[in-house]
């Protein structure tokens, strides 16, 4: 047992620790499955059920990754991508995003899986402008909670415990398509899976170069939006 422990590397562990714990959590308490079997007779049930998972996200990778980072990992939260970082870089990848995102996002409209998905309430249903209004903000949330644990925590601190910054993208890469296949009982769309393996290199190497999670966050939250609201009005 000894040698499973020679150079031993307290970052990177605490930080590789932290994922699996979270995660873990994340993929059984904060299912959809999960919530359809404990909060069934609330009213509007299919709309809570969509703002708890987004809050269970933001609550599990953001506040909690908050948490690791500052107390456990002792890492300032600049250090995790919470500053603009190269913004010269960064505004220039997000007017590249502004052009091209709209155009992968009505391409979704295509596919069977994505329109019998998205979006993830019924607009017909919940077209008041509160329930909207909560639906697109938990999002935001959620998009904030993801790219913090992928990026900040995943990509910064096991950069900043000595892996190399290609094998920390490709580890969270690796991580995050495999969260949207059905193993982790979201069962999203196929071609989502698929597609999220380049978005999560992509993402990754933004964060790198910017040194910041806020241009990929953008980014990340601009093809969901989009998503919804193409397949909402065309469909």
Not at 136 to 148: A, K, N, V
Request: net charge neutral.
């Amino acid at each position: 047992m000894k040698e499973l422990f020679n150079n031993y590397n307290k970052h990177i562990n605490n930080t590789l620790i932290f994922l699996i714990v979270v995660l873990f959590v994340y993929c059984y308490f904060g299912s959809f499955s999960f919530f359809e079997a404990h909060f069934s007779y609330l009213p509007d049930f299919d709309y809570w059920k969509i703002i708890f998972h987004h809050v269970c996200a933001f609550v599990l990778f953001f506040v909690l990754g908050l948490i690791f980072v500052k107390f456990v990992n002792k890492t300032p939260l600049k250090e995790v991508g919470f500053k603009l970082g190269n913004w010269k870089l960064g505004l220039i990848l997000c007017a590249i995003a502004t052009a091209v995102v709209p155009l992968l996002a009505l391409s979704t409209v295509l596919d069977a899986g994505m329109t019998e998905t998205y979006p993830l309430i019924d607009f017909n249903t919940y077209g008041q402008w509160y329930y909207i209004l909560g639906y697109f903000l938990s999002y935001l949330l959620y998009y904030i909670g993801w790219e913090f644990l992928f990026r900040g925590v995943g990509l910064f601190e096991l950069e900043k415990g000595g892996l190399s910054p290609l094998s920390a993208i490709l580890i969270t890469t690796l991580v995050s398509a495999l969260i949207h296949t059905s193993i982790a009982g979201f069962g999203k769309p196929m071609v989502e899976t698929l597609s999220a393996i380049p978005a999560g290199l992509i993402f990754g190497i933004v964060a790198y170069k910017t040194k910041s999670i806020f241009y990929g966050l953008y980014m990340h939250m601009l093809v969901g939006f989009l998503t919804d609201v193409f397949i909402f009005l065309i469909v």
